[in-house]
């Protein structure tokens, strides 16, 4: 007798779109939920070298946040390729400036796979946006209330 796995194939996968309001959300719970929804791992289906993920739309990503003393002390640093060109900024300084949204755009990148053409994919299923609008509402996605899932999933300042 022998038994074999059922292998999804790109061809036979069908992508929802869900949309989650990331408002007093805090950010590694809400970035692996994320992750996990890109790659497809909610899928009894799920195939590692398939992109069988869904599409997600982020609302009000410039309202998250941190736990403890993450907003202030948490430091990300990159390198600007040059001798001694470590540069470094915290949450709160991204979070105030020009582009709030490369916090959890960062955050869920690291957690997937690392350089692959596929997780570089995965990547442009993702939709962010500061404010309540969005512009994806042509494809009526499926609002989660991401927040209510669990007390942990939020924060009271």
Not at 39 to 63: M, S
Not at 64 to 69: N, Q
Not at 103 to 121: N, Q
Request: proline share 6%.
């Amino acid at each position: 007798m022998k038994s074999t796995t059922a292998s999804l194939k790109p061809a036979e996968v069908e992508k929802k779109w869900i949309h989650i309001d990331a408002e007093g959300v805090v950010v590694g719970r809400l970035a692996t939920f994320i992750a996990n929804r890109l790659r497809g791992k909610h899928r009894p289906d799920y195939t590692p070298h398939v992109d069988c993920g869904d599409y997600v739309v982020v609302t009000n990503v410039d309202k998250v946040v941190f736990t403890g003393k993450k907003h202030t002390d948490k430091v990300y640093y990159r390198h600007t390729g040059h001798p001694g060109g470590i540069k470094e900024t915290t949450p709160a300084k991204v979070l105030g400036g020009r582009f709030p949204e490369r916090v959890l755009e960062k955050a869920v990148e690291r957690m997937l796979p690392k350089e692959s053409p596929l997780a570089r994919k995965q990547m442009t299923h993702l939709r962010l946006f500061s404010g309540a609008e969005h512009s994806h509402a042509a494809q009526s996605p499926e609002t989660i209330d991401f927040a209510s899932k669990s007390a942990k999933n939020t924060r009271s300042v």
